[in-house]
C-alpha cells in the first residue's frame, strides 16, 4: 500500500500533526525517528539539516584568500549535511527514498525558510537523478488540531510554492555570494601587510552594524548645549492652571533641537519672566473635538516594539514568547508575519475565535458582537496587505499554564485584536493661550468624551494619558480651569528655588509664579569621568554661578 510522507520542520510540529490526523486517518506507530500508519509517515527534521556550498574546485583556501582569486561565483552550488544533525538528515532521507512512499508532503514552517529547510532535503535526498515524487505543500496558519486537518484537506501544489522556492534559494545562494567574498576581499585588504585579520562580511550582519556604528558616530558628535524653558502657573476665577511660554514665529528647521518652547540664552529667559511679572493677561481657547483609533493588528515587528515598550523584552524574547504561543500552546496565530491586516473572508473565523475567548474578556466580546462591529472593513480585513501571512491574533483556545511572560504577550495581542474592532476613543482638545505684555504662554487640556476602544485597557489607558502628558511640560492634566472675563494673572511666589539633577543638569527656579527651567543636553557637566559618579561639588558650582544671576537662592 503506497504512503505519503509528510516532512515537518520540528519534532514537535509532527507530533501535532500525528495528533491532528489521528481521528481521521487511524492511529499512528511510533518509531525512533518517525511515526506511520496505513497513510502517512511523518518525520521531521531540526532546522536545517543541509546547507549550499561551493565545489571542490572553486573553494579558494585560507591561506589563498586574496584579490587575485576573487570574485568566487561558481556555476552552481553542491550541498553538504549540517554536521551536528547528520543523523537526523541520514533519517529523513532514509524514509524519502522508501519504495512504498510515492510523495511528499512539505509541512515544514509556512515561509520562505521552511520552504528552503524541504527543498535542500528533498534534492539532497534525490542526488543527481531527483527523486522523482510529487510534492504538496501544507500551509498553516495555525497550530490548532481543526487547522492542521483543514491544512491537509487544501494542500497546495508543487507548481503554486515554485515562487516562493526559488525566492528562499536565491536568497540563501546571495547570502553566501555577499559572505564569501565581502569576508574574502576585506581580510585580503587587513592583511596586506602581513598576518592574517579575520574581517567578516554579511548581508545582514554589515548593514545592523553599519546602523550601530552610525548612532555611535552621532553621539560621539553630539554636542550637549543648555536651553530654558518658562513655565507659569496663572490665577484664574475658578482656580489655577500651568502654561508654557512659547515663540509664535518659530518655524521647524533642519536642527531637531531647536523648539518653539526653548529660549536658549538664560539672559533673554530672564527678561520674558521680568516682564510679564505681576501682570494681568488676556486668554483666548479654543476647544475641538479629536478622535483616536485603534492601533492596527500586531505583525511581529510590532509587538516586539509594544512588548519592549511596555515590559523591557527584547525582540529576541518577544520572538520566543509567541513561537510557544503558537507552537506549544497553540493559542496563537502565526508569529513570523509582516503582515497587520487579515484575509477578506475571514470574518466567521473570527467571530467563532471572539466567542472562544476566556471570560476576562468576555465583556468586551459582548459588546463587539450585539453592536455587530466584525464587518468587512479594508484596515482589518484586506486580502493586498497579506503576504505569506496575515496578522497574528489569538486562535480561540483558551489559554493553559502559561508563564508569567507568556501571559502578558497572549494578553496584549488579543486586547489589540478586540479593540480594532471597537469605535474610536473621542477627545475634545482645549488650547488656550493666555498673553501677557505681548508674551504667549501655552495651556492644553484633554477630555475624553468617548472611551471607545480604550475601554478595553481600562485604568492602564488612563496611566499610559496620564504619562504622556505628565512628558509635555505644557500639558499640566486633563482639564482646564475656566477663566471668566478672559482675563487671568500671575500668582506671587517671590522665593526662588533651585533644584539640580546631577545627571541632566536641570536648573529650575521659581519667582513670582514663573519657572525658568535649564533642561540641558546629555553631556553630564559636573560629572567625574574618572569614576563616572555624580561630582555634587562641581555640578553645585555649575548650577550657582547660573544662580547668582538670578537673586536669593536656597537648595533643594
Not at 554579511?202 to 553621539?219: F, M, N, S
Request: charged share 30%; aromatic share 8%.
Amino acid at each position: 500500500m503506497s504512503k505519503t510522507l509528510v516532512i515537518a520542520e520540528k519534532p514537535s510540529v509532527a507530533q501535532d500533526i500525528v495528533r491532528a490526523l489521528t481521528p481521521e486517518t487511524g492511529k499512528f506507530e511510533k518509531h525512533d525517528d518517525h511515526f506511520e500508519n496505513d497513510r502517512y509517515v511523518v518525520t521531521s527534521a531540526v532546522g536545517h539539516l543541509v546547507e549550499i556550498q561551493a565545489p571542490e574546485k572553486y573553494d579558494v583556501k585560507r591561506g589563498k584568500w586574496s584579490f587575485a582569486h576573487l570574485p568566487v561565483i561558481p556555476p552552481h552550488f553542491d550541498l553538504k549535511p549540517v554536521d551536528k544533525t547528520k543523523t537526523r538528515l541520514n533519517a529523513v532521507v532514509k524514509q524519502a527514498k522508501r519504495k512504498d512512499v510515492e510523495r511528499l508532503i512539505n509541512a515544514c514552517d509556512a515561509g520562505r525558510e521552511g520552504e528552503l529547510i524541504f527543498r535542500l532535503i528533498e534534492q539532497y535526498a534525490g542526488g543527481a537523478k531527483g527523486l522523482g515524487k510529487p510534492v504538496q505543500r501544507l500551509w498553516l496558519q495555525s497550530m490548532t488540531p481543526q487547522a492542521i486537518r483543514d491544512g491537509f484537506t487544501h494542500l497546495r501544489s508543487e507548481a503554486d510554492m515554485r515562487g516562493l522556492a526559488e525566492a528562499a534559494r536565491s536568497r540563501s545562494e546571495a547570502d553566501w555570494l555577499v559572505g564569501i567574498n565581502g569576508t574574502r576581499a576585506f581580510t585580503a585588504f587587513n592583511s596586506r601587510d602581513g598576518g592574517f585579520f579575520l574581517t567578516t562580511v554579511g548581508r545582514v550582519q554589515t548593514p545592523t552594524l553599519a546602523i550601530v556604528v552610525e548612532r555611535e558616530e552621532q553621539i560621539r558628535r553630539f554636542v550637549s548645549r543648555d536651553y530654558w524653558e518658562i513655565h507659569a502657573q496663572f490665577q484664574a476665577q475658578a482656580g489655577l492652571y500651568a502654561a508654557k511660554w512659547f515663540d509664535p514665529a518659530w518655524k521647524k528647521t533642519e536642527d531637531g533641537e531647536i523648539k518653539a518652547d526653548r529660549v536658549w540664552s538664560l539672559k533673554e529667559a530672564v527678561a520674558v519672566a521680568d516682564a510679564v511679572r505681576g501682570r494681568t493677561g488676556s486668554v483666548k481657547e479654543e476647544s475641538k473635538p479629536a478622535t483616536q483609533a485603534s492601533p492596527g493588528l500586531f505583525d511581529l515587528t510590532s509587538l516586539q516594539r509594544e512588548a519592549n515598550g511596555r515590559f523591557g523584552f527584547s525582540a529576541k524574547t518577544t520572538l520566543g514568547l509567541a513561537q510557544a504561543l503558537y507552537e506549544k500552546h497553540k493559542v496563537l496565530t502565526y508569529p513570523r508575519t509582516d503582515s497587520r491586516a487579515l484575509p477578506e473572508d475571514y470574518l466567521a473565523t473570527v467571530t467563532a475565535a471572539m466567542q472562544s475567548l476566556g471570560d476576562a474578556y468576555k465583556p468586551f466580546v459582548k459588546q463587539i458582537l450585539s453592536n455587530k462591529w466584525v464587518k468587512p472593513n479594508k484596515r482589518i480585513f484586506n486580502n493586498a496587505k497579506i503576504s505569506d501571512h496575515f496578522a497574528i491574533i489569538p486562535t480561540g483556545i483558551e489559554p493553559k499554564h502559561l508563564t508569567e511572560a507568556e501571559a502578558k504577550v497572549y494578553d496584549l495581542v488579543t486586547k489589540r485584536f478586540l479593540s480594532v474592532f471597537f469605535p474610536a476613543a473621542e477627545f475634545l482638545i482645549t488650547t488656550r493661550i493666555t498673553r501677557i505684555e505681548n508674551e504667549p504662554f501655552k495651556s492644553e487640556g484633554k477630555i475624553m468624551v468617548n472611551a471607545g476602544w480604550l475601554q478595553i485597557y481600562g485604568k492602564e489607558a488612563d496611566d499610559e494619558i496620564a504619562d504622556k502628558e505628565a512628558k509635555d511640560g505644557d500639558k499640566p492634566g486633563k482639564t482646564l480651569v475656566p477663566v471668566r472675563g478672559q482675563i487671568a494673572w500671575l500668582i506671587p511666589q517671590p522665593e526662588v528655588t533651585y533644584g539640580l539633577n546631577y545627571r541632566n543638569l536641570n536648573i529650575v527656579s521659581r519667582r513670582d509664579g514663573i519657572v525658568i527651567q535649564d533642561v540641558g543636553g546629555s553631556d553630564m557637566t559636573g560629572y567625574n569621568d574618572e569614576n563616572e559618579t555624580p561630582d555634587r561639588p562641581a555640578a553645585e558650582n555649575a548650577v550657582k554661578a547660573a544662580a547668582d544671576l538670578m537673586g536669593r537662592i536656597r537648595w533643594q
